[in-house]
């Protein structure tokens, strides 16, 4: 039998970085085991004009953990409305990579008014259970004490090899915290892995995102990166053809991780979504469409 459904507990303010402090929101939101420094390049190359936020998770960063464990697709949902809440904002363009581009598709379903558009990056309702495996071990390998911020550093290159090295040190800055003893443990919450809420049923947790997708009638862009081994284009495409106002662009050479992989090529990606809801007084681009974003040009 399916495991029972808790009910949402109470949301969490989450950690944020708002270094414009105006302009159009962008609410950014990072991926399992990240933080809100994976976003830093790509905020800063965002357009004059607009307010990236960048946030980290509960249980991630600089954000609370949660006492009870609970770290459930929902919980991060209803987080992502309280810090919009917190921050004065009653609506925002969304982008969320992997379990953010999750928490963020709930947002979208449960309160409409709160998203202009959303950008889904490498990220669906049915990820490849082998990516999310591997992901979760390597997660798991790396919560453990480190003599140094280099050791560290060393492990964050091997589980993304392609990412940019000014990446990964800002990724090595803002993920350890120094312990008594001198050693460096990562900020993150160890029960986001095993914690009692945690989506144990993945399988109902798939079929209510595909309902969410199905809700949505916002403006929608899901980016792929061409090398992802967690969204496959096959499922891309479905979401395309299942969203009401969405497109897909699929950037060249780069993995799940497309923010670290190559910035630069998904800032011409956001862009170019936000620039076309300027264009259509923020209707969307009419229909779904796909597209191929390669490095060095859109």
């Known amino acids: 039998m399916p495991a029972e459904r808790r009910a949402p507990g109470k949301p969490i303010c989450l950690a944020a970085s708002d270094p414009r402090g105006r302009g159009r929101p962008v609410l950014l939101v990072h991926g399992f085991a990240h933080n809100r420094s994976v976003w830093t390049g790509v905020a800063a190359d965002l357009a004059p004009g607009l307010r990236p ?42 982008v969320g990579h992997s379990l953010g581009g999750l928490a963020a598709t709930f947002l979208a379903a449960a309160a409409p008014e709160r998203v202009e558009g959303l950008v889904l990056v490498d990220t669906g309702p049915s990820l490849s259970l082998g990516g999310m495996l591997h992901i979760a071990a390597d997660v798991g390998d790396t919560l453990r004490s480190y003599g140094t911020r280099a050791a560290f550093r060393e492990r964050l290159a091997m589980t993304h090899p392609l990412a940019d090295p000014d990446g990964i040190d800002r990724m090595t800055e803002a993920g350890l915290v120094r312990r008594r003893d001198g050693r460096f443990e990562p900020k ?27 809700q949505l009638r916002c403006p929608t862009l899901v980016v792929r990166g061409s090398l992802s081994a967690m969204l496959s284009e096959s499922v891309a495409e479905e979401m395309v053809r299942l969203l009401a106002d969405a497109r897909l662009e699929t950037i060249a050479g780069v993995g799940h991780g497309v923010m670290l992989d190559d910035g630069p090529a998904l800032v011409r990606c956001l862009q170019g979504f936000i620039d076309g809801l300027r264009a259509d007084g923020g209707a969307g681009r009419g229909g779904p469409a796909t597209r191929a974003a390669s490095r060095g040009g859109p």
């Open 188 to 214: 993150l919450d160890p029960g986001i892995l095993s914690g009692p809420g945690t989506d144990a049923d993945l399988g109902a947790l798939e079929r209510d995102l595909w309902d969410a997708l199905a």
């Open 53 to 94: 936020i960048a946030v980290d998770l509960r249980g991630h960063g600089e954000s609370p953990w949660s006492p009870e464990g609970h770290y459930e697709v929902r919980d991060h949902a209803l987080d992502l409305a309280a810090t919009l809440d917190d921050l004065g904002i009653e609506r925002s363009l969304v």
